[in-house]
Structure formats: structure tokens, C-alpha cells
């Protein structure tokens, strides 16, 4: 078994997400594993939940654990005493990192504002904001259930609360020019955040603006040449107010970056608990691939019954992980070490590597394989390069 497979891991760290599966409304752009029911019962989920963290905590014990992210769906909609529970017992199960993020997504609605401090006092100090939009015309197309001035309101709470904040913009929006993009991006930038996803929209099948795509009624998309324009402002405006490009959708301070986010990233270790949770777990010499059922009943029902909320383990073969370590690796500004990359049996002074330095989309580094500011708006062709046998 390659060096790679034992312990490759450890360079990218060890997390844990949970999904909570529920919102309040479906967002029409939204191809995420969400649900909106009328009735939740939180003592069934906390009992799941606790189950699932005994199980993998038993598999990786001692493991220091560096990130806990609650996913959705909506995690806002949980109650600080679940989301209290939950990490208590993450706690009592994993050692934990002096620096351990801790991370919630919160719509910026001021019912789920006013959990803030429940959710501080429970152990979590970081908060990611689903704004989407700074204009109320645009977040009702998003479908979104807040307005910019609740959002605003969210945000000054979150960063009276929280150490660090993060939020949310959907670019390339229906009939958005690059000017106002600029103005609207200008704006977040001088609130007091530390982190920015910023993300083009992406019309999924499945989704209600796909159906309305295939009907010729989702009118006033960008064109490619648009498209294009807006990522390069985007980048351009972040370097400029000191919010590095980090990884592709992400900015942030120094220092303020994502590090659960890292660690898929960088193809660590993580925890997936939760119904359409994935994860990826080093254990006795092989990395295996983790998921488990969408519906949320269906998943929940399954721990109840038999004790464990996973399908069938997969295992990742040393070639399907470098796959997966340059798809990843390369969104990050940084990239990938060449002598990681050496020991997962890839070549980084391979002909195509040398190609696509020759044309400016690779760096021409020693130690690290990085794409440039020119190949990161084609960083799915610099991959099919580097992936072609």
C-alpha cells in the first residue's frame, strides 16, 4: 500500500461535518440536500446525531480533532441546545485543537439572529451567512426569505457575537451588469468581515431555475464574455481591499480562512454525519470513501435501527486519490507540495506540467505545483491536461 494511502491524510488535517437536511423554503437555485417539513422532532435527530459521533468516534480515537462544521439545509434552524449537545459530545470524544473552528451556516433572517448567542455559548465561534444578494429585488428572484436591511441587522449581531464571520454572494446573477456587481462587491468589503464565498450562479438540473432554463424562461443570464469579466473583477477588487483569492469562490484576511475547508481541500481526513453526508477516513492502511442516505427519514430511521447511518464503505484507490487530491488541491491559491504529489505517484516535472508552464497556466515553482492568476479562470482544462493519461 502506498505511502500516500497510510498517511497522506495527516497533511490535510482531520474535521467533522454534520448535515442538518431542513429549511424553511427551497431555494430555486439550490441543488444542496435540503427538505422543508413541517415538524421536526429534536430529541429523534439529537439521539441520532450522539449515536453516529459514539460510532466513527470509536474508529478514530485520538485523533485530534481541528474543525466541526454544521452544514444544510439550514443549521440556523437547529436550537442552541442541540447544537450544545452536539458538541458536547464532540468533545468528550476527540481531542480538540486549541484553534478548532467551529463553524454554523445562518440564514440572516432575525428569528435565527437572535440564536446567535446561544450557538457562541455552546462552542461555536464562527458563523457563515447565506446574503446571497445586497439588493431586495435579486433576493426575491434567489428566493430568499430576508431582506437586505435584515441581513445587515444579522450581520452587526453576528459580528457583536462571533470571533470570525463569513458570508455568502451569488454573482452573475439575471441581469447584473459588472457595474453594479462592482458596487454591490465594494459594499460587502466595507462591512467588517472576514471572509467572503463568492460564488457565480450555476443553473443545476434539478433545480427550479433549471426547469425554467429548459423552458426559455430564466431570461438575462450573463454571456460567457460577461461571466468572465465579472470573476476578474472579482479578483481584481478582493487583492485590492486586502480579501486574497485563497481558493477559487474564497476570500478572506490573512488568517481568516477556512480551514474546515481546507481540509477537503487539501484531502485530509472528515467526518460525514447527517443524511447526503460524504466523507473520506484513513483506517488500518486504507482510505475509504464514507456516505449515506439523502432522504432524511430514511437516514434516520437507519440509525435508529440498526446503529449505524452509513451505506456501504468505499474504498479509494491510490490512483482515485491523486485524482482527487489535484482536483481539489489546485483550487487552492498555494496548490499542492511536489513532493506530495511525488509520493502519490504523480510526476510534477511531467511533460503536460512542463506545457502548461511554458504557457503561462502553471507556476514555475520548485516546491509546489500552483496554478497562476491566468489558469485559474481555466482551471478545468489545466486539469484535464494534468488528469489525461
Known amino acids: 500500500m502506498p505511502e500516500v494511502t497510510r498517511e ?49 468516534g470509536a474508529e478514530t480515537e485520538g485523533r485530534v480533532l481541528q474543525s466541526v462544521f454544521f452544514g444544510g439545509g439550514t443549521p440556523s434552524m437547529m436550537s442552541p441546545d442541540l ?17 478548532a473552528e467551529i463553524t454554523l451556516e445562518a440564514n440572516p433572517t432575525s428569528v435565527e439572529a437572535g440564536r446567535f448567542a446561544g ?43 462571533f470571533e470570525r464571520v463569513s458570508f455568502d454572494l451569488i454573482y452573475a446573477r439575471q441581469d447584473q451588469t459588472l457595474t453594479n456587481w462592482t458596487a454591490e462587491l465594494s459594499r460587502a468589503l466595507s462591512m467588517a468581515v472576514d471572509h467572503l464565498s463568492l460564488y457565480q450562479l450555476t443553473v443545476e438540473d434539478g ?29 481584481e477588487i478582493c487583492a485590492r481591499a486586502g480579501f486574497g483569492g485563497y481558493e477559487i469562490s474564497n476570500h478572506a484576511r490573512p488568517g481568516a480562512e477556512s480551514l474546515h475547508n481546507r481540509i477537503y481541500w487539501q484531502s485530509g481526513d472528515y467526518i460525514g454525519i447527517g443524511p447526503g453526508a460524504q466523507g473520506r477516513l484513513t483506517l488500518e492502511g486504507a482510505r ?30 491510490p490512483s482515485d486519490h491523486l485524482t482527487e487530491m489535484l482536483l481539489m488541491g489546485l483550487r487552492l491559491r498555494d496548490g499542492l507540495s511536489k513532493a506530495r504529489l511525488r509520493a502519490a505517484g504523480f510526476d510534477p516535472e511531467a511533460a503536460q506540467v512542463a506545457a502548461l508552464v511554458d504557457m503561462g497556466l502553471i507556476a514555475p515553482d520548485s516546491e509546489r505545483l500552483r496554478v497562476t492568476d491566468a489558469g485559474r479562470p481555466v482551471l478545468n482544462g489545466v486539469l484535464r491536461t494534468l488528469l489525461a493519461d
Not at 447544537?83 to 484553534?99: K, S, Y
Not at 455559548?121 to 431582506?147: C, E, I, K, W
Request: hydrophobic share 40%.
Open 119 to 161: 450557538y457562541r455559548d455552546a462552542g461555536v465561534n464562527r458563523v457563515s451567512l447565506g446574503v446571497q444578494a445586497l439588493n431586495d429585488a435579486d433576493l426575491r428572484r434567489l428566493g430568499r426569505m430576508h431582506t437586505t436591511a435584515e441581513a445587515m441587522t444579522a450581520f452587526d449581531i453576528a459580528r457583536e457575537t
Open 83 to 99: 447544537v450544545d449537545a452536539i458538541l458536547r459530545r464532540i468533545r468528550a470524544t476527540w481531542p480538540m485543537a486549541n484553534d
Open 8 to 56: 497522506d491524510w495527516r497533511k490535510g488535517g482531520f474535521g467533522l461535518y454534520l448535515h442538518w437536511p431542513f429549511c424553511k423554503a427551497k431555494c430555486p437555485y439550490c441543488d444542496f440536500n435540503s427538505h422543508v417539513v413541517a415538524q421536526i422532532d429534536e430529541a429523534r435527530w439529537q439521539a441520532a446525531y450522539l449515536s453516529e459521533i459514539d460510532r466513527l
Open 207 to 235: 433545480t427550479v431555475f433549471g426547469a425554467r432554463a429548459a423552458l426559455g424562461q430564466l431570461r438575462g443570464l450573463p454571456d460567457e464574455d460577461l461571466g468572465a469579466d465579472l470573476y476578474l473583477a472579482t479578483q
Open 288 to 317: 475509504w470513501g464514507t456516505s449515506t442516505p439523502l432522504a432524511p427519514m430514511p437516514w434516520l430511521a437507519q440509525v435508529e435501527r440498526t446503529g449505524r447511518g452509513e451505506m456501504e464503505r468505499e474504498i479509494i484507490s
